[in-house]
């Protein structure tokens, strides 16, 4: 087993900045694509950013230009670098990892979650 554990979240006034950090630990042989999420309650989850293992990164179109994601494979953390932060930007972030066991298996695994708050 593998678990996914984020930290950085907290409370940031409109323009500020935040980093997200996501630290895997466990039974890992592999991680393969990498990405964070975002809830607001009541709404769906979202996907904000994903990072391949090679360093490929996407975005949200809503992201774009403000958010940075990257990955640091041997220490087998990721991280969400958040700037000019907006109120819509407020949620609980996820992050999500494609992990291959010792065994060979793969599985797909979740953190915990972190909030974000931005307000004035």
């Known amino acids: 087993q593998a678990q996914l554990v984020e930290s950085g979240g907290g409370l940031v006034q409109p323009g500020g900045s935040l980093r997200l950090s996501c630290a895997a630990s466990?039974?890992?042989?592999?991680?393969?694509?990498m990405a964070w999420y975002r809830q607001v309650a009541g709404k769906q989850r979202e996907l904000v950013a994903t990072?391949?293992?090679?360093?490929?990164?996407d975005y949200a179109e809503s992201v774009k230009g403000r958010f940075t994601i990257s990955r640091d494979n041997p220490k087998k953390t990721m991280f969400l670098q958040m700037n000019n932060l907006e109120p819509e930007d407020t949620a609980v972030y996820y992050c999500?990892?494609?992990?291959?066991?010792?065994?060979?298996?793969?599985?797909?695994?979740w953190g915990q979650g972190t909030q974000v708050t931005v307000s004035s």
């Open positions: 999500n990892a494609e992990i291959m066991s010792y065994r060979g298996v793969w599985s797909n695994y």
């Open positions: 466990g039974s890992i042989y592999s991680i393969n694509a």
């Open positions: 990072i391949s293992r090679s360093g490929r990164s």
